[in-house]
């Protein structure tokens, strides 16, 4: 009390609410905007999930430039394919593969398929004459890369399996196709 009493004495007043001193802790700030309700908040942007297809190199580049949707690729030379064959093989969580399917969907060379609750996903050759040769060097050097090879083998394994895993027992088999020779 001691330290208010004096700080008091100065200014005249019996109650410390720190109007007087822009440094005291108490001041009330009537500047300030007032904090945003984040649960009622209606006006806040709403975040769009899907977009416009973007056929340009820059896109194209970048979809590219990730080891999951690389893998993704891939798998779908060998032909179309549901998403719970890459969730199986890829060992990843379903919306991670969705998203990096999404990825390539916007970036113009994966399309789906929806058929009852299942989605198939197939490869798109650009029309464009650069990026298709560009697609061409990357599955090219895929086939060539170790881990891709084995993500080629354990869907053929899988496809071929008498007996699938649990998630792929109800499953449509995908129907492989040597997509490039």
């Not at 064959?85 to 390539?104: C, G, M, N, T």
């Not at 009852?116 to 060539?144: E, N």
Request: hydrophobic share 35%; proline share 6%; with cysteine.
């Amino acid at each position: 009390m001691v330290g208010q009493e004096r700080h008091n004495a100065g200014n005249g007043t019996d109650d410390n609410d720190g109007s007087d001193d822009p440094e005291h802790p108490h001041r009330i700030h009537h500047n300030r905007a007032a904090p945003q309700n984040i649960r009622g908040a209606t006006n806040t942007p709403k975040r769009m999930y899907t977009q416009a297809v973007k056929n340009d190199v820059v896109t194209l580049f970048q979809a590219l430039g990730d080891r999951t949707r690389l893998r993704l690729l891939n798998l779908m030379t060998e032909g179309e394919i549901c998403v719970c064959y890459f969730v199986e093989i890829l060992d990843e969580s379903q919306p991670k593969i969705s998203r990096h399917l999404a990825y390539l969907r916007r970036a113009g060379i994966v399309a789906a398929r929806r058929e009852g609750k299942w989605m198939h996903y197939r490869i798109v050759r650009p029309s464009d004459l650069q990026q298709a040769r560009v697609l061409d060097c990357v599955f090219d050097a895929l086939a060539a890369d170790r881990q891709m090879q084995r993500d080629r083998q354990m869907l053929e394994r899988a496809c071929c399996a008498v007996r699938l895993p649990p998630p792929l027992d109800d499953a449509p088999k995908p129907e492989l196709f040597r997509a490039r020779t």
